[in-house]
């Protein structure tokens, strides 16, 4: 069975940083794609970084763009996101998934919530 | 970017209907859509890909359709279950993107 365990949320302060954890089982983390979503509180689903199944590639929204870093360690089988110079519009849900060969996400953890506010 | 428009915001509809919500892209996506549901406090799962290929384990009242700049999802025989919110997404070209979710109610 497929699980993404996420964690590392939380309350942060403008400006400050956060590192988001995922922990991958039931599959064969080293040959997927892995991506991060977000949906703030009562909003729509936003993506927000993706990295190729060896980490060679990276692709980011504009927002997110130098203040984001999507990372794995195949390893251990487990997916980050480090966010710095956090924005309140940062604040969400966010979600660990699995990006199926063709870039739609086909699992999902429960997600983590981080909220940026003073 | 590629925008993602979806109808209705929202949908009530009674047991055993039959439902579609629709998607439309700014421009062709050349099929690459996904559907999903996320039900209340929970996080959301897969049902379509490729415009209408059925996710494993996704009940088959469940169908994808569309083509080019227009897309649907149809929901036969409606189930208590499928109360939930359902958003569609584009994966052609990046950012990948998602529309703005359709919620649907029991009537």
């Known amino acids: 069975e497929v699980q993404l365990v996420e964690s590392g949320g939380g309350l942060v302060q403008p400006g400050r940083s956060m590192k988001l954890s995922c922990a991958a089982s039931?599959?064969?983390?080293?040959?997927?794609?892995m991506a991060w979503v977000r949906q703030a509180p009562t909003k729509g689903l936003e993506w927000v970084a993706t990295?190729?199944?060896?980490?060679?590639?990276?692709y980011y929204r504009d927002s997110v763009k130098g203040r984001f870093t999507i990372s794995r360690d195949n390893a251990k089988s487990t997916l980050y996101l480090q966010m710095n110079s956090l924005r309140s519009e940062d604040t969400a849900t966010y979600y660990c998934t699995r990006e199926a060969t063709v870039a739609f996400f086909d699992y999902w953890g429960q997600g983590v919530m981080v909220t940026v506010s003073s | 970017d590629i925008q993602m428009t979806q109808s209705p915001a929202s949908l009530s509809a009674s047991l055993g209907e039959t439902v579609t919500i629709e998607c439309r892209a700014s421009?062709?996506?050349?099929?690459?859509l996904a559907w999903y549901q996320q039900k209340p406090g929970k996080s959301p799962q897969l049902l379509i890909y490729?415009?209408?290929s059925l996710h494993t384990g996704v009940p088959s009242r469940f169908s994808g359709s569309g083509s080019g700049t227009q897309y649907s999802l149809k929901i036969n025989s409606l189930q208590s279950e499928d109360v939930a919110s359902y958003f569609c997404q584009q994966y052609y070209d990046y950012p990948w993107t998602f529309g703005g979710g359709t919620k649907l109610e029991l009537k």
């Open positions: 421009e062709d996506i050349y099929n690459g």
């Open positions: 039931g599959f064969t983390f080293s040959n997927y794609g």
């Open positions: 490729n415009a209408n």
């Open positions: 990295i190729s199944y060896d980490g060679s590639s990276t």
